[in-house]
Nanobody, 120 residues
Framework: QVQLVESGGGLVQPGGSLRLSCAAS????????MGWHRQAPGKQRELVAA???????NYADSVKGRFTISRDNAKNTMYLQMNSLKPEDTAVYYC??????????????WGQGTQVAVSS
């Protein structure tokens, strides 16, 4: 089994910064693409940013220039640096990962989510 654990959420004022982490552990052969998603109250979950194992990234238009996704493959950990936060960034942030648990079996896993609240 594979576990994804997010951390780093909290309450921040508009214009502030937070850094989220997502650590993958368990029966891991290798980790492919990883991503951050978010879900605000009453809205559908949306992709915020994604990163391949080789470090290629893509971002939602709403966070480009403000958020930076990165990963440490040796630690199976992904990060999301969030700067210039806005009230509309308020949501539960989830990480997900495409994981090979053996050389022949892969699956997608989700973390439990971490709350980010941007308010004055």
């Amino acid at each position: 089994q594979v576990q994804l654990v997010e951390s780093g959420g909290g309450l921040v004022q508009p214009g502030g910064s937070l850094r989220l982490s997502c650590a993958a552990s368990g029966s891991i052969f290798s980790v492919n693409d990883m991503g951050w998603h978010r879900q605000a109250p009453g809205k559908q979950r949306e992709l915020v940013a994604a990163i391949t194992s080789g470090g290629n990234t893509n971002y939602a238009d709403s966070v480009k220039g403000r958020f930076t996704i990165s990963r440490d493959n040796a630690k199976n950990t992904m990060y999301l640096q969030m700067n210039s936060l806005k009230p509309e960034d308020t949501a539960v942030y989830y990480c997900n990962a495409d994981v090979w648990t053996t050389a022949t079996w892969r699956d997608y896993y989700w973390g439990q989510g971490t709350q980010v609240a941007v308010s004055s």
